[in-house]
């Protein structure tokens, strides 16, 4: 059985990393396939948004395995290993491919531990089962994120979620990721990947040329001063447009035949 799965349907992505029996830990292995499967989610134009998941009920990810990705790091990492981890991070949208303008959406089913929680905080969109935990336990081994947790929990809950959270090393429920704006959907577990897909969904029936810019927008103004954020918003937002395909859906607008009009949606695709 392949240590991660890859589907599209309906121009969505299934991302699945299948190790439950290791709760999901990445190693090498699965971070190569990673890489490959980024890779080819970005080039595909089939598909348009990406739901990523673990297997099992157990764990959506329990970060790097300590026993065959770690070790070789620590003990006889070159100069060029610690290069190439540097420059793509774990799984390799972490870091490098990052820039990836498609959405992707996480579907926390369990644990998001340590390089789990990495990968998680690199999603764009977070949904978590009730049964989700979340946890940065790296400084109980001796060390601290290094593949975007660090920056990605100060960017989306805070300096002080992050703080609290690296600090003193101690798991995260679902109900408080909700109310640190870790996740911004905590549903039933069972209820889980139905949600995920209403999201994605959600996200299909609007312009993708729109989506992809505004993915984009929101990546260059992290931490940018206010003028340059305002800038660079106006500028994409005036053009990022498809003429023809603005005015088609203005026009539906226009002849109230928009489902949006009332603020109710309908998400087919």
């Known amino acids: ?139 109980r081994r001796g060390f601290h994120h290094g593949d975007g947790g660090l920056v990605r929990l100060v960017n989306a809950c805070g300096v002080g979620v992050a703080s609290q959270m690296l600090l003193t090393a101690e798991p995260v429920d679902a109900p408080q990721a909700l109310e640190w704006g870790l996740v911004t959907k905590v549903v039933r577990h069972e209820e889980l990947g139905a949600a995920a897909e209403t999201v994605a969904r959600q996200i299909l029936r609007n312009s993708q040329r729109a989506v992809r810019s505004a993915k984009q927008t929101i990546l260059d103004v992290i931490g940018q001063p206010l003028d340059f954020q305002l800038r660079t918003e106006a500028w994409n937002a005036y053009t990022c447009a498809d003429p023809d395909e603005t005015m088609a859906m203005l026009d539906r607008f226009y002849e109230k035949r928009d489902p949006g009009r009332a603020g109710e949606h309908e998400t087919e695709l």
Not at 4 to 32: M, S
Not at 107 to 131: F, K, P, Q, Y
């Open 1 to 139: 059985m392949p240590k991660l799965l890859y589907e599209k349907r309906d121009r969505v992505a299934y991302v699945t990393i299948n190790r439950p029996e290791a709760r999901n830990a990445i190693d090498p292995d699965v971070h190569g396939a990673m890489i490959e499967t980024w890779a080819d989610f970005a080039a595909d134009d089939a598909v348009d948004v990406a739901i990523l998941t673990g297997a099992g009920d157990e764990a959506f990810c329990a970060g790097a395995d300590l026993k065959t990705y770690i070790p070789p790091i620590m003990e006889a990492a070159r100069p060029h290993d610690i290069r190439e981890i540097v420059e793509l991070g774990l799984n390799g949208f972490t870091r490098g491919m990052h820039r990836i303008a498609k959405p992707i959406i996480a579907a926390v089913n369990g644990w998001a531990l340590a390089g789990g929680l990495e990968t998680a905080l690199a999603c764009d969109i977070r949904i978590a089962s009730e049964r989700a935990m979340f946890g940065s336990f790296e400084a």
